[in-house]
């Protein structure tokens, strides 16, 4: 989808806070070394974090991270990358750090400020680049989570809005880069036949699941303070709540999609306890850094109601857990079956077979299906229900960071999340952020505590995905 946005000018170096984490390393350096091979990334890159480092340490550390992704098949790339690269150290508290980093920009008019940094320093730096008068014709990029709960999110927003205006401001939610979450949009409204019947009228529930066969590893004290329910549900799924349920933009344009989509999380009916459970793996408190009597979340699953004319009293589960039996997404619509049974297994009872689903798988492939019955052979009629498999995985795709970082140097917004939009949808689960039922504990390797199955109507259960 085209912006219709005619003034975007691209920025002219990219200032990389955080630089020596674990996100950059494993995620940021082999996305801007596939940009320079790409030809779409030539401006000065500069680190910036408090290891005291030197300009060549830094360049060792890149190339070590573009060596282990396995992405290192250019020399002459991965030396044009290395070149691009620079670094200033200092504590962001500092605001002689901030001095420093404006005699690195001298030369540069437009810059782009990405903060792979823990939230609680986003809005030390985000002041700190103010104060310095670092901001002019500049854009900041901020990963998320962005707040802790609806509170957090109006302060941050408005720490963002005190120095960048809205439109300089691009929230990272990585998921938004895959090629199958584009996939969905483009799905729904490329073709014509899907929309009379996605509705309440003839959709019977969406089913999102995102699910992780390990733990939180090395995490265990980042996952304290989040937990799956802010980590995932809140904007990971959300995200594709809204790309399922959004009515069809009024123009062609991002702003256009932005719109429908808040309206999206707008018409959500807020979560109560009941709408929630959450899960916690068996060994979870033995895990690094993690309390010995932590009731943090490692699962959670939820029921969801979008009260618009569209979806009304239609129901929307979606889960999300880690240690499950495997590593995969995928989402199901089912549909209602057919309103007069003319054929006795045309509307399987519960338990025995699905009606007519739509089933989008986003990882570890990504590919739609449709399932439809067909008559077999016979005097009787009797059928069985296939699916029409599309295959929609290609070699060569873009990874979602290097989409995102391109679109933000470029001031494409298409892919990031709007001030609105992040509001809307922490005020869904913020009733529920601290009034919950505690974490029910579930084995290693199962679909999480029973007590999830509770959540499904009388007529649904849940669609576990396969491994493959």
């Not at 001031?411 to 974490?439: C, I, K, M, Q, T």
Request: glycine share 6%; charged share 25%; net charge negative.
């Amino acid at each position: 989808m085209q912006s219709t946005d005619r003034s975007r000018v691209r920025s002219d170096a990219l200032v990389v806070f955080g630089v020596t984490g674990d996100l950059v390393h494993k995620m940021v350096f082999p996305a801007l070394y596939r940009m320079v091979k790409k030809g779409v990334l030539d401006v000065p890159v500069i680190g910036v974090a408090s290891s005291p480092w030197t300009r060549e340490e830094l360049q060792r550390h890149a190339s070590d991270s573009v060596q282990k992704c396995g992405a290192a098949d250019d020399p002459a790339a991965l030396a044009r990358f290395l070149g691009l690269l620079e670094y200033v150290s200092g504590d962001y508290q500092d605001p002689e750090t901030f001095r420093a980093l404006g005699k690195a920009l001298e030369k540069v008019s437009r810059p782009a400020f990405y903060l792979a940094i823990p939230p609680a320093l986003f809005e030390t730096v985000i002041r700190g680049l103010g104060e310095a008068g670092l901001s002019r014709q500049a854009r900041v990029i901020v990963e998320k989570p962005f707040g802790r709960d609806l509170a957090s999110a109006r302060k941050l927003n408005d720490t963002a809005h005190s120095v960048f205006p809205e439109e300089s401001i691009f929230r990272i939610d990585h998921y938004l880069g895959k090629e199958a979450i584009m996939n969905i949009l483009y799905f729904r409204f490329a073709n014509s036949f899907l929309e009379p019947v996605w509705n309440r009228n003839y959709v019977d529930s969406v089913q999102i699941t995102l699910a992780e066969n390990f733990g939180v590893k090395e995490r265990g004290s980042f996952y304290e303070s989040a937990g799956c329910l802010r980590d995932v549900v809140q904007n990971h799924l959300f995200q594709i709540v809204a790309l399922l349920a959004m009515d069809p933009p009024a123009y062609q344009g991002y702003d256009a999609v932005h719109d429908e989509k808040a309206k999206v999380f707008r018409a959500m009916r807020p979560l109560n306890a009941k709408d929630l459970v959450r899960g916690q793996y068996a060994g979870y408190r033995s895990e690094h850094g993690v309390a010995q009597d932590s009731d943090v979340e490692t699962f959670c699953a939820l029921r969801l109601f979008i009260d618009s004319w569209r979806w009304k009293d239609v129901s929307w589960y979606l889960r999300s857990g880690k240690n499950l039996p495997v590593s995969a997404s995928e989402v199901l619509v089912e549909l209602k079956p057919p309103p007069q049974r003319l054929f006795d297994d045309s509307d399987p009872p519960p338990g025995e077979g699905r009606a007519n689903y739509l089933r989008f798988r986003l990882s570890p492939n990504s590919a739609v299906a449709l399932a439809a019955r067909i008559k077999s052979p016979g005097k009787e009629f009797v059928g069985e229900q296939r699916e029409l498999f599309l295959q929609n995985e290609q070699q060569g795709e873009e990874g979602p960071y290097e989409r995102l970082l391109t679109g933000a140097l470029s001031g494409n917004r298409s892919l990031f999340s709007r001030e609105d939009a992040v509001e809307a949808a922490w005020s869904v689960v913020d009733p529920v952020l601290y009034d919950h039922n505690p974490a029910r504990p579930y084995d290693i390797g199962s679909w999480g505590p029973k007590e999830a199955d509770s959540l499904m109507g009388p007529d649904d259960r849940w669609h576990n995905p396969s491994p493959e």
